[in-house]
């Protein structure tokens, strides 16, 4: 039976899948660096992976790995060209954390909308009279441009839906997702609804150049608030900073960061119009033991010989 390798925390849930799966051992690395597990990779048959990179030296130090089961649905931080050299499948979780993020993604779009961190200052530390500036905002009425229409963004689109906002997305896959072609104006024209928004919640995965830079935040509506709860790096952060500071964008809720975690002088830090949260938007409660679970049953499954084919991201790739 295989030896598996946990590197990252994981719910007592999933540990306890793999102490009732006959045969099965392993080792559980806490701590969430890739230096941290290098001494366990020779004895690998399976990994179990949180937010930790796995790149190809590390591959190389696991001769007995054949299948790598990430934590969540991410998998930037990975090799994948490195394991399909190897035909090692990459798999990730099913729908476990999408309600969990698009609940997150709600929750920013109201605390910018509100100004929370500003309104709580005012209670904290004064001045009270700071509620005569008006400066909170509703979002009933307002235009939401959801970029990357998958699971998370369906689900923030029926949430925003119940607040009465008016929804368009952009996703160049939008003609399979479900949603009718009829009610939004566009599924690829990013600009076009960067142009029409109130409101822009970023999900979609991170490739190559910021989607979002200077150049597409320039063109937002003055007044503007952004979300990303998708991957650190899909909005350039320098940018953002720099159109919060020139007012283009009134508000921003930033979940995920280009290194995490941020130093004390990131650009963002400085901002009380800025909502910033640890990338936590699917690490509730719930999410924790469905990612922890679905991600220790796709090892067991691959070596029953019943993984999901749709939970392995580079099939295609594989030899």
């Known amino acids: 039976m295989p030896h598996i390798l946990i590197a990252g925390k994981l719910h007592p849930k999933g540990l306890a899948l793999l102490d009732s799966a006959p045969g099965v051992t392993y080792d559980h690395i806490e701590e969430i660096s890739e230096a941290s597990y290098q001494t366990c990779l020779a004895s690998a048959d399976a990994m ?136 939004l104006a566009s599924s690829t024209d990013l600009a076009a609804g960067l142009a029409w928004a109130d409101v822009v919640s970023v999900h979609v995965p991170k490739a190559g150049a910021a989607l979002i830079g200077a150049a597409e935040l320039a063109s937002m509506k003055p007044g503007a608030i952004i979300v990303n709860t998708a991957r650190g790096g899909v909005v350039d952060e320098l940018a953002l900073a720099a159109a919060l500071r020139a007012g283009t964008v009134a508000a921003a809720g930033i979940d995920v960061f280009d290194a995490e975690p941020p130093g004390a002088d990131h650009p963002l830090i400085g901002f009380d119009e800025v909502i910033l949260t640890p990338h936590i938007a699917g690490l509730t409660q719930q999410a924790a033991e469905r990612m922890a679970i679905s991600s220790v049953q796709n090892v067991l499954d691959f070596f029953a010989g019943q993984l999901a084919a749709d939970l392995i991201v580079n099939k295609d790739n594989l030899k």
């Not at 050299?85 to 993020?101: E, F, K, M, T, Y």
């Not at 963004?153 to 939008?174: N, Q, T």
């Open 48 to 183: 179990v992976i949180r937010t930790q990179p796995l790149q190809a030296a590390s591959i190389a130090k696991a001769p007995r790995l054949k299948i790598v089961s990430r934590h969540g649905v991410g998998y930037d931080a990975v090799d994948v060209a490195a394991l399909n050299a190897r035909n090692i499948p990459l798999c990730i979780v099913g729908d476990v954390n999408s309600v969990s993020v698009a609940e997150h993604a709600m929750m920013l779009i109201l605390a910018c909308a509100k100004q929370l961190i500003r309104s709580d200052n005012s209670v904290r530390h004064g001045p009270w009279g700071w509620r005569n500036k008006l400066e909170a905002a509703e979002i009933s009425g307002k235009r939401l441009l959801i970029i990357g229409y998958g699971r998370i963004g369906r689900h923030l689109a029926r949430m925003a839906s119940g607040f009465g906002m008016e929804i368009r997305a952009v996703d160049p896959f939008l003609a399979t997702a479900g949603w009718p072609a009829a009610d």
